[in-house]
């Protein structure tokens, strides 16, 4: 794949007076790395255990198959 489609304009997802807005305009002109990726997780995951929060973090300590 070398080149992904954009879906939603991230402008249109939210109201032009958000300070999100003025977040996604700096990135954009500062560090030109592209369109951000979220992750929607599915309502009753238990971010409240050591597991839970092992599962979807990046950062040592994490699972090696975490969502981030």
């Known amino acids: 794949m070398h080149n992904v ?3 939603l304009d991230q ?3 939210m109201p032009g007076d958000s300070y999100v807005m003025d ?3 700096q990135l954009s002109k500062y ?3 592209g369109p951000p ?3 929607v997780l599915e309502e ?5 255990s050591l597991e839970g929060q092992n599962m979807v ?3 040592m300590g994490c699972n090696n ?3 981030v």
Request: charged share 10%.
């Open 44 to 48: 009753g995951h238990n971010y409240t």
């Open 57 to 59: 973090c990046g950062g």
């Open 31 to 33: 560090l030109h790395a």
């Open 37 to 39: 990726v979220y992750f």
């Open 11 to 13: 402008s249109l997802s």
């Open 65 to 67: 198959d975490s969502l």
């Open 5 to 7: 489609e954009i879906g």
């Open 23 to 25: 977040y996604f305009s």
